[in-house]
């Protein structure tokens, strides 16, 4: 098992990763996500034993890695900019590290044409890196780290750089890969897919935080602040404002900048007896999935919130509306029948069971029901 | 179909080109037509440019003048020398690029050796070389006066500040992604020295040994400072022709032919590496 404790990398006097805490499991598939910037490649770097930690541990299996060389930690990177030996062909790039290793010549070239083989390279062997198209040298890459019986592979962003129909082949046989490995994989991204689609974990980073380490079913439905919220979804969360006010005995609320005509959202009990238990946050905002919404034209129990149609964009089996609330943009996904016009009356569903409520960035309660208010905010 | 104009401005610059490279290649003419003449031909006025060719002068040098030691002097230090400095300046400047020891400033320091002139060393190196030859240890590597040994010494020093400072920039050119790699897949910091950087720097490196080799050939104060007769250089045997019966045209320009042919040949086959070395010493450096 791989542990992050702890873990603070400083550069100078700017934090580049602080007090990171992780774990991946034997032979799980644990991604990193995040922005750009935020810590992701050094905390890579921090497990391979490329940066040491300014303070922290990195420990595998219960040992701690701290006075252990990279080249003794059996653990195998894929680089962000691939990293290939331009001086080497590339069947001297794949059995570069079975060669440190001393293993006959037959058995590396068997093992060379074998992973070759998997990742359809064999006829490019005999060329150098500088010959070959990205994709070419991204598999190179990725061969050169599967190639050999590692404890943990580190994959920076391999797939990253491809054009988006290599991207989605590769996103599948680097799964499948992995798993016929069933060795640890820590795989850093900045793309929301990747990161969904591979993981068994992940960890969403941001400046140097983990903002929430959980399964991606978590992550998409119970984010722990507005900053995953946001980060995680296509098309993105969209936020409203809202304030509290005084209904029959519990708070209410409706959406700030509507106060002529106020836009009601309503409140679950549970919540509303928690919020009016509790210090009541600073800055209350509702997080809505454009999946999660539907539009109606008439104003019905459910569809109670008032919008006016801003923009619609066509998909073909669908349109993706954007509606503004107030003074806040929601987009919403429609059917394609609904032709909508701009600046047409619009109505939302925008209920308990369709919003994440944020109270000063952190999640108060989601759809799934889970309330969580943070006492003496 | 295209056709190029040619401007009386193009006219005027190339014109300009071949007058510049008459007046630079001139001299080199005449020296090679120099060694080729017969004594009484060298000094006639005016001067001849139509005469029978002949070799005396080059079998004059060999000959009577031993040239063929100097010249296998020369080989043996330019050539050690130049091994000792690649060997030196390339471990020396991969750490100034990899770990930059002394923030920048033992960097610098090196480099302001190389703006000492060379005349103001010349003295101590005499006297270190002279006493160092009298011990055991200067009598086994050849350290003394008029032996081969101080002179590669001597050039060794005077050329790994350049080198040093030319490889830096090679080094840093190299990803430091390529070397982390490289331990991940299971190599100590030697061994990826030696297998992912020093294969991917060749071409810095040869820039910096064509150089190095350059200067220890072309070297005359060290040369003739340091030796007499037996580890006596090229260099210092072509002057060695000024004698107190006059000036020996003819073996002289031989000699001086000689001397230059292999750097030239060095020279125009790698040329190319040579321009990029050279400004990236300028730029970088």
């Known amino acids: 098992m791989l542990e992050l404790r702890l873990v603070t990398k400083k550069y100078g006097t700017k934090f580049a990763v602080r007090n990171i805490n992780l774990e991946c499991r034997p032979s799980e598939f644990v991604v990193i996500f995040g922005p750009a910037g935020a810590g992701k490649t050094t905390t890579l770097n921090l497990i391979a034993g490329i940066t040491d930690p300014t303070s922290g541990e990195v420990l595998f299996d219960g040992q701690s890695l701290d006075r252990v060389p990279p080249e003794h930690r059996n653990m195998s990177m894929v680089f962000e900019n691939y990293a290939l030996y331009s001086h080497l062909t590339v069947f001297n790039n794949l059995a570069f590290p079975l060669r440190a290793r001393h293993i006959s010549q037959s058995e590396i070239r068997r093992q060379v044409h074998e992973i070759a083989e998997i990742l359809q390279i064999t006829p490019f062997l005999e060329r150098r890196p500088g010959f070959l198209s990205g994709g070419q040298r991204q598999r190179v890459a990725l061969g050169r780290a599967l190639i050999r019986d590692a404890d943990v592979y580190l994959l920076d962003e391999p797939i990253s750089h491809l054009d988006a129909k290599l991207r989605h082949r590769m996103r599948g046989e680097l799964k499948a890969l992995c798993q016929r490995k069933q060795a640890t994989v820590v795989h850093v991204t900045h793309d929301y897919r990747e990161a969904m689609s591979l993981s068994q974990r992940m960890a969403v980073i941001n400046k140097g935080h983990i903002m929430q380490f959980g399964t991606p079913e978590e992550i998409y439905h119970t984010p722990a602040n507005e900053f995953v919220a946001s980060f995680v979804g296509e098309p993105p969360m969209s936020f409203l404002d809202v304030e509290l006010t005084q209904g029959a005995g519990l708070p209410e609320m409706f959406v700030t900048g509507t106060e002529q005509q106020p836009a009601r959202i309503k409140l679950d009990d549970e919540t509303s007896i928690a919020l009016s238990r509790g210090a009541v946050p600073e800055q209350l905002r509702v997080g809505v999935r454009a999946t999660d919404l539907t539009i109606s034209t008439t104003q019905t129990p459910a569809h109670a919130v008032p919008a006016e149609v801003y923009v619609v964009e066509t998909l073909g089996h669908r349109d993706i509306v954007t509606v503004r609330v107030g003074p806040h943009m929601v987009k919403v996904v429609a059917s394609a029948g609904m032709s909508l016009n701009v600046r047409d009356v619009v109505w939302l569903d925008i209920g308990p069971d369709t919003y994440h409520l944020f109270g000063d960035e952190q999640a108060i309660a989601h759809p799934a029901r889970k309330v969580r208010v943070p006492e003496g905010v | ?285």
């Open chain 2, 1 to 285: 179909m295209q056709t190029q104009k040619v401007t009386f401005a193009d006219l005027f610059r190339h014109l300009l080109m071949v007058v510049i490279l008459c007046i630079f290649l001139f001299p080199i003419y005449w020296m090679v037509m120099t060694s080729l003449k017969a004594p009484e031909e060298v000094l006639t006025r005016p001067p001849t440019f139509v005469f029978e060719p002949t070799l005396d002068n080059y079998r004059y040098a060999f000959e009577q003048a031993d040239f063929g030691l100097f010249i296998r002097n020369t080989v043996v230090i330019a050539g050690l020398s130049t091994l000792l400095v690649i060997a030196f300046g390339s471990l020396a400047s991969y750490s100034f690029a990899r770990y930059n020891p002394g923030d920048g400033h033992i960097m610098f320091f090196i480099l302001t050796t190389r703006m000492m002139p060379g005349i103001a060393v010349v003295m101590p190196f005499f006297l270190i070389f002279r006493d160092l030859g009298k011990t055991g240890i200067g009598q086994f590597l050849a350290l003394g006066l008029d032996q081969v040994g101080s002179l590669v010494v001597a050039y060794t020093v005077f050329n790994l500040p350049f080198a040093i400072w030319l490889m830096y920039s090679f080094f840093q050119d190299i990803p430091s992604e390529l070397e982390n790699s490289a331990r991940l897949d299971g190599y100590s910091r030697l061994q990826v020295f030696l297998r992912v950087v020093l294969p991917l720097a060749a071409p810095g490196i040869a820039v910096t040994a064509i150089f190095s080799l350059m200067f220890a050939w072309n070297e005359f104060l060290f040369g003739y400072i340091l030796t007499r007769d037996a580890a006596r250089t090229i260099t210092v045997g072509v002057s060695g022709f000024q004698t107190q019966q006059g000036i020996l045209w003819g073996p002289l320009a031989a000699a001086a032919v000689v001397c230059i042919l292999p750097m030239l040949g060095v020279a125009l086959m790698l040329q190319r590496y040579m321009v990029r070395g050279l400004t990236f010493g300028a730029v970088r450096g």
